[in-house]
């Protein structure tokens, strides 16, 4: 899956550390609030797309 370039792994790696449900859309780089961390394939309320993880889980999907 391909992942926007604004996501890096710092930036997954502090909304980790956060713990607070914060997910991003792997469509358009926009953060996502209030978001489980096993979230996949939740609409994005900037874009429209269907593309917001929950940060635990791109972390998950890069490394494994």
């Keep these: 899956m391909k992942i926007h370039k ?10 980790v550390e956060l ?3 914060l997910g991003f859309c ?3 780089g926009e953060d996502a ?6 979230a996949e394939n939740y609409p994005c309320e900037c874009c429209g797309e269907s593309g917001v993880f929950g940060a635990e889980q791109i972390l ?3 490394y494994c």
Aim: with cysteine; proline share 4%.
């Design 6 to 15: 604004s996501i890096t792994e710092d930036r997954i790696v502090q909304a």
């Design 19 to 21: 713990d607070e449900c």
């Design 26 to 28: 792997v469509m358009c």
């Design 33 to 38: 609030f209030s978001v489980e961390p096993d």
């Design 60 to 62: 998950f999907m890069i």
